[in-house]
């Protein structure tokens, strides 16, 4: 009877062995499941961590370009305000010189008419007009001139602006 008893132990103490052989089986397999996950996390974190840092980058160059875009628009601005004023008082100086130009040639035409046969005064007065047609063809000139700068001046702080609305557009 105690070999019987002996035998069933044996079984008994196999069958125990087998059990615990494959729960340590099965724990390992976890294990490595555990260990494979462990890893393709760490990859991913990683991986975010330097999608972060590329980010925070590009933020960064992004404010960089904004500020400097903002510097260069109050500069252009400051231009274009400079620009105006001297234009204005070109124009005003331009038209101060015509009539000065006008006022001289009529004065011109009252003295020679005083002073000259008919034939003369018409060729005086033919030179008279072509002159004065001159000046009003420089003046309608300057004028064009003078509001080609404005527009391109306005196109300028509208180009400006647009970039600051993108600018601010992709810092939020």
């Known amino acids: 009877m105690k ?21 340590l089986s099965e724990s390992s397999r976890r294990g490595d499941d555990l260990q494979r996950v462990l890893t393709e996390l760490s990859v991913a974190k990683n991986r975010l961590t330097a999608d ?3 980010m925070a980058r590009q933020m960064e160059e992004a404010e960089s370009r904004g500020s400097q875009l903002s510097r260069s628009k109050t500069l252009l601005q400051s ?3 400079e620009l105006k004023k001297s234009l204005e008082e070109e124009v ?5 010189s015509l009539d000065f130009v006008r006022k001289s040639h009529q004065k011109a035409l009252e003295s020679l008419q005083a002073s000259l046969d008919v034939e003369e005064l018409q060729a ?3 030179e008279e007009v072509r002159s004065h047609e001159e000046h009003r063809e420089e003046l309608a000139a300057m004028e064009r001139r003078c509001v ?7 196109e300028t702080h509208a180009a400006l602006e647009s970039a600051e609305r993108d600018t ?3 810092g939020n």
């Open 168 to 170: 601010q557009g992709h």
């Open 79 to 81: 231009q274009l305000e």
């Open 92 to 96: 005003k100086c331009i038209s101060l």
């Open 148 to 154: 080609l700068l404005v527009s391109e001046g306005e």
């Open 52 to 54: 972060n840092a590329d």
């Open 3 to 23: 070999c019987a008893a002996v035998v069933g132990l044996q079984v008994s103490s196999e069958s125990q062995v087998k059990k615990l052989e494959e729960q």
């Open 124 to 126: 005086q007065l033919e």
